[in-house]
């Protein structure tokens, strides 16, 4: 089974700082993502990265950073943390789309519930 | 483009009574849908997921959804709730590129 690891399960933060939540999966996926889980809006994404090296905004990749120097892990970093960026946040990762995984899900960590005081 | 809408964000259903979650989807090319479900502080887990040619799909934990075409639909449903089914449920459609674009979600509670 695919295990897609996330640091920490619960982070708490102070306003203004730097914060890392680092990401690790196993089975050599290409593709990671990171998302942003708040009440009635769903799972939104922050940024995704299709290979070493390589990102890609998502929907609201303001106030983060990304770093993918290993295809096994992806970092999301919160240049200087805000209490608006206080959420459920979620990785997940998946095989490289082709005609074998095209209906392949994605799978996903436990989740890191970040609380920025 | 892709894009799924959940009618519902809270679903209250009685223990042994028939729970149906509702997702309508929107894409342009034929479409791959899934179902995750999410528990307290934790991820989403996969339920089930479309392939083509089977309208009806069957997932773990009893669960099971139909795919319309022509209603562009792709509804949860469990004939017997159980307790253990108190949770959080996802629909998601994978896009043409590497991204999945999900639902706002379902809260389903289970009345004993």
């Known amino acids: 089974d695919v295990k897609v690891t996330q640091s920490s399960r619960y982070l708490v933060k102070r306003t203004g700082e730097k914060v890392f939540l680092e990401c690790v999966q196993d089975?050599?996926?290409?593709?990671m993502f990171w998302y942003r889980q708040d009440p009635g809006l769903g799972l939104r994404l922050i940024y995704f990265?299709?290979?070493?090296?390589?990102?890609e905004k998502g929907d609201i990749p303001e106030g983060y950073s990304v770093s993918r120097e290993k295809k096994e892990r992806f970092s999301l970093i919160l240049e200087s943390a805000s209490t608006n960026q206080t959420s459920m946040y979620l990785c997940?990762?998946?095989?490289?789309?082709?005609?074998?995984?095209?209906?392949?899900?994605?799978?996903f960590g436990d989740g890191t519930r970040l609380s920025i005081l | 483009a892709q894009s799924v809408t959940q009618l519902g964000s809270h679903v209250s259903v009685s223990e042994g009574a028939l729970v149906l979650l509702r997702c309508n989807y929107s894409?342009?090319?034929?479409?791959?849908l899934f179902w995750y479900v999410q528990y307290p502080n934790q991820g989403l887990q996969l339920l089930l997921k479309?392939?083509?040619?089977?309208?009806l799909v069957k997932g773990i934990n009893g669960f099971e959804a139909e795919f319309k075409k022509s209603e562009t639909s792709f509804h949860l449903t469990k004939p017997s709730a159980h307790m253990s089914d108190a949770a959080e449920y996802f629909c998601?459609?994978?896009?043409?590129?590497?991204?999945?674009?999900f639902g706002t979600g379902t809260s389903l509670t289970v009345i004993p």
């Open positions: 997940a990762s998946i095989k490289r789309r082709d005609s074998s995984a095209f209906n392949q899900p994605q799978h």
């Open positions: 089975m050599d996926h290409e593709n």
């Open positions: 990265s299709y290979d070493v090296k390589m990102k």
């Open positions: 894409s342009s090319v034929p479409p791959y």
């Open positions: 479309y392939t083509t040619g089977a309208t």
């Open positions: 998601a459609v994978r896009g043409t590129g590497n991204q999945f674009y």
